[in-house]
């Protein structure tokens, strides 16, 4: 099967032979793993390689040469994996196409990565997890509130008891609970703006805190 265009910029599909698959009347065409779309007089037609008729939805589930068209829906997220849905609710899938966990597994899944290392932050009702890779448990459910990947780095942000912490993708705790309402901007030099008492302005306190020295630098 090979794509080919006239004169015109008119594309369609034709065989080793010559032989005309589809017609060259197509405005584009573009190939998703195993699977075409073609627009053609204004309206998209989604094919498999054998020129068979798929859903548009069966198109778009699929990434790459992964299968993804048993989901309802598939976008890619960060380290290669696949964010998944079906009405169970959200998955992860893996660039192999193996699935990291079910839908309905958890409510919500993030993937967070940092140079070779990578973490799950996963969520049941309104508690979070830490998981490995390898989905071993590095931090259990109801250790704290809540873990975001708030910062796009190997650092998490952590509530408890409306208090806010950071801990690195291992579980070390490198801002203790307890001392800050807020926690600002982090930077990789070490050195992180946390704020006590954010909602009465006259008193507000903001420090900058040393994570790598597990101290407040002097005011």
């Given amino acids: 099967m090979f794509q080919a265009e006239n004169s015109q910029g008119e594309m369609g599909i034709i065989n080793a032979k010559g032989e005309i698959l589809y017609p060259l009347t197509a405005d584009s065409i573009e190939r998703r793993g195993d699977y075409l779309q073609i627009y053609d007089a204004g309206e998209s ?36 994996y696949y964010s998944v849905g079906t009405s169970a609710g959200q998955g ?64 998490l942000e952590i509530r408890k008891n409306d208090t806010m912490g950071v801990m690195d993708y291992s579980g070390k705790v490198l801002v203790p609970l307890g001392d800050y309402d807020e926690i600002g901007n982090v930077n990789q030099q070490g050195y992180i703006s946390a704020v006590s008492d954010p909602y009465t302005p006259g008193s ?16």
């Fill in 45 to 80: 037609y989604y094919y498999d390689l054998k020129l068979n008729a798929i859903s548009a939805d069966q198109y778009w589930a699929s990434e790459g040469d992964v299968d993804l068209s048993k989901y309802d829906y598939a976008w890619a997220v960060d380290g290669g």
């Fill in 92 to 155: 992860l899938v893996d660039s192999n196409g193996k699935e990291v966990f079910a839908p309905g597994q958890y409510d919500s899944i993030s993937v967070c990565v940092d140079g070779s290392t990578t973490v799950f932050v996963v969520n049941k009702g309104e508690q979070s997890a830490l998981l490995s890779a390898s989905k071993q448990t590095l931090v259990d459910f109801g250790t704290y509130d809540s873990i975001m990947n708030r910062w796009n780095s190997n650092l």
């Fill in 204 to 219: 507000m306190t903001s420090v900058l805190y040393a994570w790598r020295a597990g101290k407040n630098l002097p005011g």
